[in-house]
């Protein structure tokens, strides 16, 4: 089996369907963001899973690296679905819209990868 496909992506596997799907999203901010506004974010994004049942885990944290390679992405975020089903559920929901309307007015970047677990 390949491991990568003609473009150099990783090529989906059988396991793949099966795998859990996380949907890492990385956010960097507008200069003088202010700290309650940072708050409000996280704040907003830790909430949406008790209010998105597709949402299996949820987890986050801000750089801390001494490599200086974040290129300004400050904070980081994973969520996690059983499948690519929650996911797709995910994006157009009520709770998801509303959050995006939060956040994104203070972004200055977003960075998002979606990928099945592989151990």
């Known amino acids: 089996m390949a491991l990568f496909n003609e473009a150099g992506v990783g090529a989906a596997d ?6 859990p799907l996380r949907h890492v ?18 704040d907003a994004f830790a909430a949406l899973p ?36 929650g996911r797709d559920a995910y994006l157009p929901h009520p709770a998801h819209k509303e959050f995006v309307e939060i956040v994104k007015p203070l972004l200055d970047d977003v960075c998002v990868v979606d990928y099945h677990v592989r151990n």
């Open 25 to 42: 999203v990385f956010f960097k901010f507008k200069a003088g963001t202010a700290p309650a506004d940072l708050k409000k974010v996280t």
């Open 50 to 85: 008790s209010k998105i049942d597709v949402i299996k885990d949820f987890e986050w944290g801000t750089d801390v690296s001494v490599e200086n390679l974040s290129k300004g992405f400050t904070h980081c975020f994973f969520v996690t679905f059983a499948d690519e089903k």
């Open 14 to 19: 059988e396991s793949s369907a099966t795998a």
